[in-house]
């Protein structure tokens, strides 16, 4: 599936509701912690960030929220029920039948199903994340499974440079307070930015171009000079 | 006393040339008064509060009270909007720095943005705190950096580098205002006093980051779209004529919220913190990331600090 | 004003300043309004193009300051490369003191006064530059120490409002107690002027060296960032200062139909020559160490020089600007130029255009292109702001034109210049 850029748009306007509208896998769960010190453990499965200031100060911390799916997703048949909803398919409806076929890793292999999905993602077989044994969950490198909502459990596995950064407060962005003795924050999930089939962060067209003098009227786009 | 024209008519009164030069004068008085006639029109948009008015750092609780109320209505009155402008205390134990990942920031310039929005800056120049540049990888030569870029980012040969105003330890800017119209709070923050500055533009040219701005024109904003929680020294609307810059969104961060570049911050390439935290974000980057400063042979230890990721 | 001449005038009993004292304000004023067609076509002329620059003035004010062409890149522009040029106009113009007083030139000290008069019209025009930079004229008095807040010793701003501000009392001073006394009729006492006029010397040294320190302490922006620009100031300033008074002097000569001044001015030829030329070798020392060196900081110079990228706004200026100043210096070593006073004029105009580029576009300019960060936003004047400096000029040469009109009659009147010239004259003594 294509990034979907609502993340990006609700993570910065910081509206909860448009994250939750329409998104087929990922909706709005929290999980919310309060207290004092605490760690964060790399295979754990709540990923969230240490709380910096608590460990000093024993000061009521606001919490950190973090973004996290739901759930399994669920996959839109096309249908509709009587009452006009969509009907939503859920992973094993269709893969407790199917015969798991460990070298898919290109989507010239799922003509049949999962079109229009976007797979950019190095050279990894499909089931190197996702669990043969259980469609509804996915599995670490290991084959231990982990759940949906743990997603950043794996990511981290490959990507540990990028989740220790994170667990610094240096990846993935906030919104709220620097100081979570005034206020809490809320952070992304690596989903919410990365597409886990084609992560890489797309080109954007840039907004807002500078002017250098306002004595002249706006001109329509902003020539670079010729360096 | 003798006078300098021997015409014989003279002793008779008034002359000829002097009803003349009378004439003459009259007409030049007039002329003048003609000619300064658009001064008048500008001191109605200047109360005798506002020219009296005395520094931030002299005015009493109460004379500040009184000039935020005074403040609050000439904005209702010249702008059709009701804000609130507080006046935010810097915080004991607090120093603030920012950190910037140049191998995240993608370029796409809505911090800049948000900066726009959320200072109340004039519309039509486009103002914001925040430049940012399209680099050559490879190179630091900002010579090879262009603001203009117009195509999609990020591209593969480039890194982006957003600069603002890096709140120097030893800021070139403060020295040489002459009238003490900036200053370095205890929290890093160097701010200005709108209703101090003299404009004389001294500032601008003294700091090597680009980062003081200056209203050439009173601010255009509708209505609609001015932010209306404000703040003395940081984002209420400026006056025509004085100077302004990035002041790390004073009025959020002394209440302990994030500055709205780093909110909007959609690649989350911004960091920002307290110093003297050895717990915060911030110390980590110092702590863990390869950071550098800019320009940092001039000595005036900016706290504004850009890393790679390793 | 002669040193060697004791002053052997008895002392009336009392000498009623305060009755005398506006009575000679008001012959002055008087004086300002008396005069032939071609002073009435010129005066009016001025008034005319001071009007158009207080009402360009007037509007800045009003509507801000967009409508020059200055942006937040290039952010001092025309107003501001006319104040140091004028700020080195009104030290050069006390050239003229320091051969006379300290060499004891004798022709030279009869006219001194017209370098000193020179030197109030330029810092007068000075400061007014400056207003007309300042984004809020009404805050001036934020600036007055005790009133407002003044960030002295810091801020080398301060420093130039100090020494500029004095500079102009200094002269104030010596030329009213000067004209005032030549007024009375009595001989000016060295105890009350011959202080203040070694102290104008060493004044008018500072005043243009707290200019230069003023960019010159700049980290931000190398082209400035050089020890060498307060000596280039100097000198340059000794250029245009001599250039200007040499003409004013020929000037005067044909209004007043006397024949003076010929020593004094082989004299200022004398110092233009010497000073033209080390102007010339400090710009070729700067030339050398930009190019030389090479790299970033260059820059500047470059665009000055070469353009930069594309954008070559200021060459034609600055090679115009190297060209007269060349040209110049050629026309005052050749040693005709004494008898061929074409030659000398036209040296002396070539030299004070020159210089008046080179320090001011020539200067200011290159120091904001490329910006502190690289960029390249070219700068020309507005039309707005060519008529606020014509404005400023047009009064400055009015203020310059009623003192020297004022100082001649004050002289012509003298029961000194009576005796001097052997003659009599019609006129009373005017001390009562």
Known sequence: MPPDT????????????????GITHASFCCLVFLGAALKTA?????????????????????????????????????????????????CSSCHATTTPNIDTRTTADLAQFHQGLKYVHG??????????????????????????????????????????????????????HWDLTKGGRTRNTCINCHDPHAPAFPLVMPVFPPRDRISVPKQPSAKPPNH | MNTTTTDPQESKGLSRRTALKGVGAMLGVAAFAKAIAPLTEWTRDISAEEFVQKHYKELTPIDLQIILSRLEKDTKEQYGADVTIKDHKPQEGVKFGYALNLSVCNGCRKCAEACHIENNHDRPSNQSYIRVFEMSKGSMDMEKGNAHYDHPVPQPDKFYMPVQ?????????????????????????????YNWCIGCRYCEAACPYHARRFNWTKPVIPANEINPTQSYLSNRIRPQGVMEKCHFCLHRTRNGRLPACLEACPTGARVFGNLLDPKSEVRQVLAHKRVFVLKEELGLKPQFFYFFDV | MNLS???????????????????FLWNALLDSVEGNWVFYVWMTFLTAIFLVGANAWAVQVRDGMHLTNMSDHVSWALYIANFTFLVGLAAGGVMMVIPS????????????????????????????????????????????????????????????????????????????????????????????YVPFVFLSIIWAISIHTVTAF?????GSRPFWNTALLAPRFLTSAFVSGPAFIIIAIQVIRRAIGGKFGDGPIRTLVNIMRVTILINLLMVASEVFVEFYTGGTHTSAAHYLYFGLHGHNALVPWIWSSVAMTVIAAILLLNPKVFSRSWMMNLACVLAFIGIWIEK????????????????????TPSLLEWKIMAGIWALGLMIYTLSIKIAINVFRRSPLAAKAQGGTTDEQPLAS
């Open chain 2, 165 to 193: 105003c890096q709140q120097c330890e030893h800021p070139p800017c403060v020295d040489v205002c002459p009238v003490e119209a900036t200053w370095k709070e205890p929290d890093g923050i160097v701010v200005v006093d």
């Open chain 1, 42 to 90: 790399g295979a754990e499965g709540a990923g969230v960030s240490s709380d910096p200031v608590a460990a000093s100060t024993n000061a009521i911390l606001h919490p950190v929220i973090i973004k996290r799916p739901a759930g399994t997703p669920k996959v839109a048949t096309g249908l509709t029920n009587f009452h006009g909803q969509p009907v939503m398919a859920s």
């Open chain 3, 360 to 379: 001011g576009m020539g200067m200011v300019i290159p120091g904001f292109v490329p910006s502190v960060l690289h960029e390249v936003v070219e700068y």
């Open chain 3, 5 to 23: 001449t004791p002053d052997t005038t008895p002392t009336p009993a009392s000498v009623a300043h305060w009755r005398n004292y506006p009575r």
């Open chain 3, 214 to 218: 003023l960019y010159c302490g700049l």
């Open chain 1, 123 to 176: 050279s990894l077989t499909c089931l190197s994340c996702h669990n043969a044994k259980n469609y509804d969950t996915l599995r670490l490198a290991d084959s231990r499974p982990v759940e949906f909502t743990d997603v950043m459990t794996l990511c981290s596995q490959c990507h540990g440079s990028q989740r220790r950064d994170y667990n610094m407060g240096l990846h993935g962005g906030m919104i709220g």
């Open chain 3, 101 to 192: 007083y300290l060499y004891h030139d004798e022709e030279m000290h009869d006219i001194v006064l017209i370098g000193e008069l020179l030197a109030i019209a330029a810092i007068i025009m000075a400061l007014m530059f400056v207003v007309c930079d300042l984004g809020r004229p009404d805050r001036f008095w934020h600036l007055i120490p005790g009133l407002g807040r003044f960030n002295f010793p810091v801020s080398m701003l301060t420093w130039d409002v100090i020494v500029l501000n004095g500079y102009l009392l200094i002269n104030l001073h010596i030329c009213g107690y000067l004209l005032y006394m030549r007024f009375l009729g009595r001989k000016p006492n060295p105890k009350w």
């Open chain 1, 6 to 21: 609502r993340f990006l748009d609700g993570m910065k306007s910081g509206n909860l509701q448009t994250l939750v509208n």
